[in-house]
């Protein structure tokens, strides 16, 4: 498993550098690998309270990447979105470091706070494995199957 950095920035604590290495990979992700032309920038991007999780190897190399959307903004829960790994990184435990992260950090920033993801359909049992539960039918986003999951408030 990589030794990967972690660092959470806002849009703006972004340098230029930065921005284009989280674009980049989530350009040839979800549109290019997944050949699947939509929007990939949105509004949610530029928001004051958006976190830009990014995970880099020992060469500084962006391997994973997550962007978490404060409540009330695209779900009334918080939100994880944009959720990506290189494909050279891929069944290498990467995706889980970047998910036990992005959950660290949103206990950081919004502490207790349930979670609702909009997940492709074929990760469900990834993120089942995370005690997120499936909330809805499968439905179509951007011609991709889709299902909402939720994990619950760590709130005792």
Same mark, same amino acid.
């Given at each position: 498993?990589?030794?990967?950095?972690?660092?959470?920035?806002?849009?703006?604590?972004?340098?230029?550098?930065?921005?284009?290495?989280?674009? $980049? *990979?989530?350009?040839?992700?979800?549109? +290019?690998? =997944?050949? @699947?032309?939509?929007?990939?920038?949105?509004?949610?991007?530029?928001?004051?309270?958006?976190?830009?999780?990014?995970?880099?190897?020992?060469?500084?190399?962006?391997?994973?990447?997550?962007?978490?959307?404060?409540?009330?903004?695209?779900?009334?829960?918080?939100?994880?979105?944009?959720?990506?790994?290189?494909?050279?990184?891929?069944?290498?435990?990467?995706?889980? $470091? *970047?998910?036990?992260?992005?959950?660290? +950090?949103? =206990?950081? @920033?919004?502490?207790?706070?349930?979670?609702?993801?909009?997940?492709?359909?074929?990760?469900?049992?990834?993120?089942?494995?995370?005690?997120?539960?499936?909330?809805?039918?499968?439905?179509?986003?951007?011609?991709?199957?889709?299902?909402?999951?939720?994990?619950?408030?760590?709130?005792?």
């Amino acid at each position: 498993m990589p030794n990967l950095q972690w660092e959470v920035k806002t849009f703006q604590q972004l340098t230029v550098d930065q921005l284009f290495e989280v674009l $980049q *990979l989530r350009v040839d992700v979800f549109v +290019v690998e =997944q050949k @699947c032309p939509y929007p990939e920038l949105d509004h949610f991007d530029r928001h004051a309270e958006t976190q830009y999780l990014s995970g880099r190897d020992e060469w500084g190399q962006l391997l994973a990447y997550a962007r978490i959307l404060p409540p009330g903004l695209k779900y009334p829960e918080v939100s994880i979105g944009r959720f990506v790994v290189k494909a050279a990184a891929r069944e290498k435990g990467v995706g889980h $470091q *970047l998910l036990r992260t992005a959950l660290n +950090v949103i =206990q950081e @920033c919004w502490p207790g706070s349930t979670i609702r993801i909009s997940a492709q359909e074929y990760l469900q049992r990834f993120y089942a494995q995370h005690d997120f539960t499936r909330v809805s039918d499968v439905y179509l986003e951007d011609g991709i199957p889709h299902v909402e999951m939720v994990r619950k408030s760590s709130k005792a």
